[in-house]
């Protein structure tokens, strides 16, 4: 039974109407068929250039975008609970995110973008129990209450590395206005790293895409990002029409999975870099990403916190010290098959060795899936998404929780290790007027947290998003 109040849905709602009047740039759903530029981050893809006749630069830009998230779980029959385990029956569990996008032009080339965000709600099990957790804009805090903080404050400088140039929209986090068609760009202060890296057009935001965490990132990618997701630093870009080289070195939480950024650089750091390649196959646009990155922070081992504790409960965070790393790949395809149709998928991989820092417990991922739009039932905006996911976890890793260890997302007290398997169907029903959709969406998952013998059956989640931007 649903038990937990559907008003904060009902204020959505009103805000759907009130937004209806203000002045939104493009649509919530867009098609599939489109490479867009990545949603609230300032032309980061590297996209075929599309000539338009010159318009005015515009020296601002102010968005904003709400989303409401109510999810639900059956309830389970477990043989057994840990402290970290998913809850065998609970309320439905709500989430809202708010958020103002500010953009002004300084100078030639340079803007600078600032972000303030209230967040508030709880996932299933306070994001805990599912390496793919299935609500992308919760985070693993202890108070549910709606909470202000600063999400992005950045400087973006751009250097022309050619004479061609096209124009961008106004949108999140971009101004509208001519830039050139190849650049050289800086990205200094704070941001989320995936707004640069890792970018899918058809599976990257939760807010209007696929809900799964392991679905909006690639989920062996812990990157870095304190608990709502945020980092500083700096982001280095090469873009061409064709091709871009993004590079990075950010801050990683002074601890796994907390809220404060570590600034002693020496000690704990984060360098992402990536390959994005676009090319043509019949006519449709394809987007290859190949990413690697290395964390060092004062992370535990795996292996030692099960050692030094012989017959007792291991615990990781004893064996913390300066200097551990973490490394890894991501391998990230996308396809247009036709106009309303596109594929996806990604492969990715870390070490595993060390403990798991700032995004969540999976050592190593594949998710594939494919999205429509609703052109052929005359809903050209709307989006139908279908995807599916195995995660895992590395030998150290999957050793440490058989013998009871628990980190910050899982911690059954035993573990009889299976891959765990996630499928997601989404439907995102566009409003086009009110600069609105909602979205109902059901995901399956089998061997929550990656243990086969817990519960006798799969875990079934069904949500309801509503999201708003203008």
Known sequence: MLRYSLRPLGLAACGVLLAGRAFAQGQVTPPASATPAPSQVPAASAQEPIHREQ???????????????????????PSYEGPFSLKARESA??????????GRRLWKGAAVYFNPEVAGGSGLSGATGIGGAPNGETFRIG???????????????V???????????????????SRPARYLALNVGKFGIADYFDQNSYSHDPRTQFFNWSLMSAGAWDYPANVRGYTAGAVVEYVTPGLALRASSSLMPTEANGPILDFNVRKAHSETLELTKVYKMRGHTGTLRLLGFRNQA??????????????????????????????????????????????????SYNDGHNETWAFTEIDHSLSVGATSTGARWHRATDRLGVALVA???????????AAGGSGFILGDGQLDYGLEYIGEIYYSIDFPRYHAALSPDYQVILNPGYNTSRLPGPVHVVALRVHVEF
Do not use: C
């Open 55 to 77: 318009e005015k630069d515009e020296n601002w830009s102010v968005h904003f975008q709400q989303t409401i998230i109510q999810q639900w779980h059956n309830d389970l029959s």
């Open 93 to 102: 569990k709500l989430s809202l995110t708010t958020t103002l996008f500010i």
């Open 143 to 157: 108070d549910p209450s709606p909470q202000v903080y600063l999400a992005r404050l950045f400087l973006r400088q």
């Open 159 to 177: 250097w022309a590395l050619g004479t061609i140039r096209e124009q961008d929209d106004d949108d999140f986090n971009q101004l509208k206005g």
């Open 298 to 347: 004062a992370m535990g081992s795996y292996t030692l916190a099960v050692r030094e504790a012989g017959l007792a409960q291991p615990d990781v965070t004893a064996t913390r010290t300066d200097g551990r790393t973490k490394y890894g790949f991501v391998v990230n395809a996308e396809q247009e098959i036709s106009k309303e149709v596109g594929l996806f998928g990604r492969l």
């Open 391 to 401: 995660n895992g976890l590395s030998p150290e890793h999957r050793a440490y929780l």
